[in-house]
């Protein structure tokens, strides 16, 4: 072997690339270098592009979204100076109902729904308790409030004064489909619950009722207090956050809703549902700008 081997296996080797149709290795490497590097620029150049907000130069940013935030003309439904609360959008022409149909549950606590204009968001348990109250004091008022038969009656623990208020207020009671009786100092036996709150926690719901007639005294004033006794009870009877809804049960509620008086607010006056056009949604992302 001589001092020129290595020369030797290179011409080779180069000889061997030319009869396969191969590019030299050398020349090889060269060009996937420059490959690598157009493609790192081109990678940068769309990052770049990407980062560019919403495509606004930096002058143009504040003005944007100045007007993104000015106050619109529709920023949802805001609570009625009324006691009626705000009322139902109308219904579209394509016979879709006033508060649209449900798409999906948010935290366990919203309804969000789509209608002809837009998003409808529902507080469920403001508007089940808005529900709940109408129909009790319509039945109040009408063929008065069925008691349900508990399966099993319970024997309530209470003070005794709860106790002195459910024997004193026991007509009252039963107007509002109680059956209790005392069975000792500071027991209760309860036997039937109004049977429009049949799901209601029964210990819960008397004690809350014992504790709003306690508090109004004699049964004139447990009288002219009914509303509030009936607002309690339909607090109970709500569904509570955190419950998971079916769609078909989320549309029932929204049905409810449409075909009760003064669903726009619950009994203690907040709102249950408010409403953003597709036209206020499409501000909130610059669309159309």
């Known amino acids: 072997c001589c001092s020129s081997c290595a020369s030797c296996s290179c011409s080779a080797r180069r000889v061997r690339s030319s009869m396969l149709g191969l590019p030299d290795l050398p020349q090889l490497g060269g060009k996937l270098q420059r490959v690598e590097g157009l493609a790192q620029h081109l990678a940068h150049a769309e990052l770049a592009q990407l980062l560019q907000p919403l495509g606004l130069q930096v002058a143009e940013a504040p003005s944007a979204y100045a007007a993104l935030y000015a106050a619109p003309a529709d920023t949802g439904v805001p609570l009625s100076s009324s006691n009626s609360g705000p009322g139902l959008p109308p219904a579209a022409d394509s016979g879709v109902p006033p508060l649209g149909y449900a798409i999906a549950q948010l935290h366990g606590i919203y309804i969000l729904a789509e209608n002809a204009d837009g998003l409808i968001v529902?507080?469920?348990h403001?508007?089940?308790?808005?529900i709940g109250?109408?129909?009790?004091k319509s039945a109040h008022d009408g063929i008065g409030l069925h008691a349900q038969p508990l399966l099993v009656p319970i024997t309530l623990a209470v003070g005794e004064r709860d106790a002195d208020t459910a024997e004193r207020e026991a007509a009252t009671l039963s107007e509002l489909g109680f059956e209790v009786t005392r069975s000792g100092p500071g027991s209760l036996h309860v036997r039937s619950i109004p049977a429009l709150l049949a799901n209601a926690e029964p210990e819960g719901l008397l004690r809350d009722v014992l504790t709003d007639l306690r508090e109004h005294g004699q049964s004139r004033r447990v009288a002219s207090a009914r509303d509030e006794l009936l607002s309690t009870m339909a607090c109970h009877g709500a569904v509570r956050a955190n419950r998971r809804l079916t769609v078909p049960e989320m549309n029932a509620l929204l049905r409810?809703?449409?075909a009760t008086?003064?669903?726009g607010q619950c009994n203690h006056g907040r709102p249950t549902w408010a409403r953003f056009s597709l036209a206020e949604i499409?501000?909130?992302f610059l669309r159309g700008r």
């Not at 403001?126 to 808005?130: L, M, T």
């Not at 109250?133 to 009790?136: C, G, S, V």
């Open 261 to 263: 008086e003064r669903s």
């Open 122 to 124: 529902v507080d469920m």
């Open 282 to 284: 499409d501000r909130w």
């Open 256 to 258: 409810d809703m449409e």
């Open 133 to 136: 109250y109408e129909r009790l």
């Open 126 to 130: 403001a508007a089940h308790e808005r």
